[in-house]
């Protein structure tokens, strides 16, 4: 498996890496992309704009930890996220700028747990 994973060192909103990244995946068939760094409304709606494009129709953008939103504010004491300020209001926002992803709750509904409630984004259009 690791053959399979490339490490690209830096933040994942700063320019060079998103575009090693673009670089990496331009003219790939399908692609996922899936977001888990910095939890903050800012940095995940930076990620979402930069990385959106590459995933192709059919796939998913998901976008993990949506459920900080759902968690009591007491979770996150020394974190910058926490309710109100977390992925899922960054995906909230995101998806009223974009007619190219959808949640997909069908396949949420088959986890009997997640911590990406409205995080699993179907990509419905190249
Ligand atoms: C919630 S953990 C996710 C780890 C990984 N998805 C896994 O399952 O092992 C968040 C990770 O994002 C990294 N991170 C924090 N800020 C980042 C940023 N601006 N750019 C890229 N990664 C970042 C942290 O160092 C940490 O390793």
């Given at each position: 498996?690791?053959?399979?994973?490339?490490?690209?060192?830096?933040?994942?909103?700063?320019?060079?890496?998103?575009?090693?990244?673009?670089?990496?995946?331009?003219?790939?068939?399908?692609?996922?992309?899936?977001?888990?760094?910095?939890?903050?409304?800012?940095?995940?709606?930076?990620?979402?704009?930069?990385?959106?494009?590459?995933?192709t129709k059919?796939?998913?953008?998901?976008?993990?930890?949506?459920?900080?939103?759902?968690?009591?504010?007491?979770?996150?004491?020394?974190?910058?996220?926490?309710?109100?300020?977390?992925?899922?209001?960054?995906?909230?926002?995101?998806?009223?700028?974009?007619?190219?992803?959808?949640?997909?709750?069908?396949?949420?509904?088959?986890?009997?747990?997640?911590?990406?409630?409205?995080?699993?984004?179907?990509?419905l259009?190249?």
């Open positions: 498996m690791s053959k399979r994973v490339r490490m690209l060192e830096g933040s994942s909103i700063a320019s060079d890496i998103v575009k090693q990244v673009l670089d990496i995946a331009s003219g790939r068939k399908r692609v996922l992309v899936s977001l888990d760094s910095n939890h903050t409304h800012e940095h995940v709606l930076a990620e979402l704009k930069a990385y959106s494009p590459l995933v059919g796939s998913y953008l998901v976008v993990f930890d949506t459920v900080v939103d759902d968690m009591p504010k007491t979770f996150f004491p020394d974190r910058p996220w926490g309710p109100g300020n977390n992925p899922k209001t960054a995906v909230r926002e995101f998806l009223r700028a974009t007619d190219r992803f959808e949640v997909d709750r069908e396949l949420e509904g088959k986890l009997l747990l997640t911590v990406a409630p409205d995080g699993y984004l179907k990509c259009k190249d």
